[in-house]
């Protein structure tokens, strides 16, 4: 018989469950009112303490009233309902052949069943609120744990962080309670049911039940306990909860400081009792802010409410996340203390004034990223060291905003967020995704008023744990779950909890149930047409560049935009990691696996669709998120007038003076600093502007030699997370002073020779040959000193192995005709002849089914140098864009190190390449590509005046005609294609070969990032049918070569 203990406020269908719980037709893991049985209300998240030294530690693990479970526990897995083990949950049940479990996990990443990758659709048959009973897996849990007679006469509660997706809870053979609601702490008051000495709990857990509709998140479908298991004792007259309120006055300057503290008391007396609360500043102890003592006779519940202006606040925000410390405390009428607990509190105003979201008075721009919680080896189970490095790494990257997507965040990350400053939009744990696909759509459950009661349960768990973390500045209904008359309620109820703070909901669109336009993937031309109709409420992009594989191009354009517009306030990039599983092949080599990789029973998937992060599972650096970097950089420099050595330096702060940076410059030609200098410091204000000048006298222009300027500023002090000296921003602009180098009369080189016969044109000179074949129109031998420096011959190249994007809007099948282009060109005249020491050979190919037609021309010079021009005229306007255009010269493996003057270090693309300065660079062919975690375009560089590879004596120079784009892969390019239906890892199916593939090219195209599911590159970085000309040099070289100085080879 279950003993059930009702909690104010009663439900009445627990009244029926007690009636005929034998008779239930409907199972509430199917009942969409039935979402929780005997759990606490939901409260603030604090910890209760003895007395005010350990509270002020935050560690309630040094606390004698409470005990983590987390560690091994007995495990069993059944397929389903029918197969788990019925009555496992009695004391004398023996659980001796179970095998073990860590707790927190979710079971499939520790071998029981398999993870299900989807993004949108659900992971069984849409027929809400039912799910499967065949493949339905059960988890049972149990344990014993100790209950230490310092505990006696005291209340026992357990708190379960979080459990995915439904469980059943007992403890000592007893029934406690049913949760769901999968991303909020499940809390129950164990009391009636446990013992002094041992006890045993155990846990019934359900992958699936009617609360999945609702949790269909992009994400892995996992399930278990995957946060935090404990067990704490509280008094019977305590802190029920508390709701702190840290505003500031109208001129942003004092703060307004109240709090009301909720008071439970379940003794049979009703004596006063104290409530003490005292606001301190945490680095100056002795600075107390507020100190204030209030006495009431208490009931079995009661409020206490207080009040205080503190003048001259420090105020909170993502830049200066200043913290005071609340100390509560609760006391006897003799004056002894019940309770203490502590809270950061941080005085901040958030308001929507004149079509601005203002923090402070400040309009603020979110630099802003989605983060899910995920672990390549833990799944959703975070740890602390984990969240702190994602902290210190956006704070790093100018990330000044999260949100939490899709679902309350661990409450650990709150805190941290509070100390070290973020903005944090808190998202309540309603997605259905998967409903858009079948039968009345998303309206089948928003408007359902047997719904409403959960989806008004998720909202409002959220906000009363999550209320009095001042990093929240909005709480956001939900994700991708439709609209409709539930969330219309939610926005109500959150309203009238919170004025706070502004409610936000993607799909409302326009509806007023959004305080803040919240839309995703808008396009430029899509939120600058908002921007200019002088809407009264903000835009702020809840998702945008997404970052799937090689992707995050044009975000520039996007921040030109932001800028252009008030309304417009930034966005929340998608996503900050990849979503991936750590796994091993059969060699035991570690690979990142995504959807596919697990479950041959369940094939459906959507791939590696979780592969969309600035950062891998690791935590170590996508190429992307250094654009993200130096786009989000909140200082900027624009050039003014650079003859005169004029930069404009911005301060693109909110809050906070540049005073606090340190400015230094360089002036650099062919890589080496011909002049630099300290600025000391700037005291310019947030948003002001100043001009800078630089003394450009002392630089004499060398002939060939360009100069760059590079302005940078780094941090003057330590600051958490970042150290001194960290580079926070940086722009570098070309100086107008560059002069060509005198160019030399090939006449004056060793002679010549130029044959031709009915195969091929051949040029010799000394110590090298250069053969044409006239079929394939191609340039197919190339040797110098009896060395062949290609292995094939040079053919021009169309093609790029897609990336994710460009897979997602069809490019393969859209842009296939260029992907054998240069085997279908046929030659239709060589021509030939040698002119001042010169041999000139031109070469007219056509491709009927591209309409297009190519003409390549060659210089060869007598000291081996070629000069290739190419003109590429695609005449059918109805032809597809061309991925690139350029050369893939194939080489020898022994060509492993490469060397460069362009963009760089890392790769960088046409429409994302402002991170990469303009610089010499050098490193192994090898290091030059980038495992994504699907097989696909990487390595390019930009904007590259000459590239260089070698075996350690001899090489092989491009020089640009003025510049180019070009990649470096020591393995056949075609490596790299997509496979349709395969699973391809980076890591594994990328291996390097004795094989050199150089792409030397006018440029490829651009590598999009609006969405992955349709959006082309912009048009702007995009090669359309049209006439391209480009030229380059191939400069034969050895290791007595300056490779600067060979650069500067010009020819009249």
């Keep these: 018989m279950f003993k059930l203990q009702i909690n104010k406020p009663s439900y009445f269908w627990l009244i029926l469950l007690l009636i005929g719980c034998e008779k239930k037709t409907q199972l509430e893991w199917e009942d969409p009112t039935v979402f929780e049985i005997n759990k606490e209300p939901p409260r603030s998240h604090f910890y209760s303490y003895e007395n005010l030294k350990i509270a002020r530690e935050k560690n309630p693990g040094k606390s004698i009233y409470f005990q983590s479970l987390n560690g091994k526990w007995k495990f069993n897995f059944a397929k389903n309902y029918d197969k788990r083990p019925k009555g496992f949950y009695k004391s004398n049940y023996n659980d001796s052949n179970w095998s073990d479990i860590m707790v927190p996990g979710n079971w499939e990443l520790m ?114 306990l995957e946060r935090d298991v404990s067990i704490y004792a509280r008094n019977k007259t305590r802190i029920s909860d508390f709701f702190v309120n840290a505003d500031l006055d109208s001129t942003y300057n004092n703060g307004l400081f109240s709090i009301k503290v909720d008071i439970l008391n379940e003794l049979v007396s009703n004596d006063t009792i104290t409530v003490k609360a005292r606001l301190v500043d945490p680095v100056k102890r002795n600075k107390i802010l507020f100190d204030s003592t209030k006495t009431i006779s208490i009931d079995s519940t009661s409020s206490v409410h207080i009040e205080s202006i503190i003048k001259r606040v420090k105020k909170w925000s993502a830049e200066e996340p200043n913290l005071y410390q609340l100390e509560l405390s609760l006391l006897n009428n003799t004056g002894e203390l019940i309770e203490a607990t502590t809270q950061q509190v941080g005085f901040r105003k958030i308001e929507i004034k004149e079509g601005e979201l203002l923090i402070n008075g400040k309009s603020i721009m979110f630099r802003g990223v989605n983060r899910h919680e995920w672990d390549p080896y833990s799944g959703r189970s975070i740890s602390e060291e984990s969240m702190k490095m994602d902290i210190q790494l956006m704070k790093q990257h100018n990330i000044n905003a999260v949100r939490n997507s899709h679902y309350p965040n661990q409450e650990r990350w709150y805190e941290l967020c509070n100390e070290y400053g973020l903005y944090v939009i808190d998202e309540a744990n309603i997605e259905a995704h998967g409903m858009r696909f079948h039968d009345n759509s998303f309206e089948q459950i ?155 029973e369940f094939t459906e998937n959507d791939s590696n669709f979780c592969a969309n992060g600035l950062i891998a599972a690791d935590r170590s650096l996508n190429p992307h998120i250094k654009e993200v970097k130096k786009v989000y950089q909140p200082i900027r420099f624009k050039s003014d007038n650079l003859k005169r050595g004029r930069v404009k330096v911005t301060n693109d702060f909110d809050f906070i003076n540049l005073s606090d940076y340190t400015f230094s410059w360089f002036i650099k030609g062919d890589s080496k600093i011909v002049a630099s200098g300290r600025l000391g410091t700037l005291d310019l204000e947030a948003g002001e502007t100043r001009t800078l000048t630089f003394n450009l006298s002392s630089i004499r222009p060398k002939l060939g030699v360009r100069y760059f300027l590079t302005v940078q500023a780094k941090t003057k002090y330590k600051k958490p997370l970042i150290p001194k000296d960290y580079l926070v921003a940086w722009d570098q602009f070309e100086l107008p002073i560059y002069k060509e180098s005198k160019a030399q009369d090939p006449s004056n080189l060793t002679s010549i020779n130029l044959f031709k016969n009915e195969l091929n044109t051949e040029v010799y000179g000394k110590g090298f040959k250069v053969i044409f074949n006239h079929e394939m129109g191609q340039l197919s031998e190339y040797e110098i000193n009896g060395l062949s420096i290609i292995k094939k011959p040079i053919k021009t190249n169309f093609w790029r192995a897609p990336n994710d994007n460009d897979l997602g809007n069809g490019m393969p099948a859209r842009t296939k005709i260029w992907k054998e282009a240069s085997e279908r060109f046929s030659t239709l005249s060589v021509e030939s002849e040698l002119k001042n020491n010169t041999a000139q050979i031109t070469i007219i190919s056509e491709d009927p089914l591209s309409s297009s037609t190519l003409r390549s021309k060659y210089f060869v010079y007598g000291n081996g140098v070629i000069r290739i021009n190419q003109i590429i005229e695609v005449k059918d306007s109805t032809v597809s864009e061309i991925p690139r255009f350029g050369l893939k010269l194939s080489m020898s493996g022994e060509f492993d190190q490469v060397s460069w003057f362009g963009r760089g270090p890392h790769e960088s693309y046409w429409d994302r390449k402002t991170s990469a300065a303009i610089g010499h660079y050098s490193g192994s062919v090898w290091e030059q590509s980038f495992p994504y975690v699907r097989p696909q375009e990487t390595g390019n560089k930009t904007d590259i005046y000459w590239m260089a590879v070698s075996n350690g004596s001899n090489g092989l120079m491009a020089k640009g005609l003025p510049t180019f784009d070009g990649s470096v892969h020591q393995y056949p390019y075609e490596d790299l294609d997509y496979v349709p239906g395969s699973q391809r890892h980076g890591n594994l199916d990328i291996k390097s070969k004795d094989h050199l593939d150089w792409l030397i090219d006018y440029k490829q195209m651009g590598v999009g990032g609006d969405n992955s599911w349709g959006a082309r590159t912009h048009n702007k970085y995009t090669l359309f049918p049209g006439k391209y000309e480009f030229s380059i040099m191939l400069i034969p070289f050895d290791n007595k070569n300056n490779l600067s100085q060979l650069s500067k080879l010009k020819f009249e």
Aim: aromatic share 16%.
């Design 446 to 600: 928003t408007n359902d008023t047997l719904w409403t009661a959960q989806w008004l349960d998720r909202g409002n768990r959220m906000f009363e744990r999550d209320k009095n973390q001042p990093s929240i500045i909005m709480w956001s209904m939900g994700n991708e779950a439709g609209d409709g008359q539930n969330f219309k309620k939610l926005y109500q109820m959150l309203k009238d909890k919170d004025s706070s703070r502004p409610v936000v909901y993607e799909p409302a669109k326009l509806e007023l149930h959004t305080d803040v336009v919240f839309p995703m993937y808008d396009t430029i031309e899509e939120i600058s047409e908002y921007a200019e109709s002088k809407y009264d409420r903000p835009l702020i992009l809840c998702e945008y560049a997404h970052a799937m594989g090689n992707s995050v191009g044009n975000l520039i354009d996007y921040w030109e935009t932001f800028e252009r517009y008030k309304s417009l306030q930034g966005g929340f990039i998608w996503d900050w990691v990849d979503q991936v599983i750590a796994k091993k092949d059969s060699n035991g080599v570690e690979y990142w696996a995504y959807g596919g990789d697990f479950g041959k």
């Design 111 to 224: 071998g029981w069943s398999f993870p299900i990758y989807l993004d949108e659709e659900y992971p069984f048959p849409v027929n809400p609120p039912f799910v499967p009973h065949d493949y339905n897996a059960v988890g049972s849990y149990r344990r014993s744990f100790n209950i230490p007679d310092i505990w006696n006469g005291k209340e026992i509660f357990l708190k379960l962080g979080s459990v995915r997706s439904a469980f059943y809870l007992w403890i000592n053979g007893e029934f406690v309670g049913y949760s769901q609601g999968s991303k909020t702490p499940a809390e129950f008051n164990i009391t009636a049911h446990s013992n002094l000495g041992t006890n045993n709990i155990s846990v019934e857990v359900y992958r699936f039940s009617d609360g999945s509709y609702l949790e269909g998140q992009d994400t892995w479908r996992v399930s278990g």
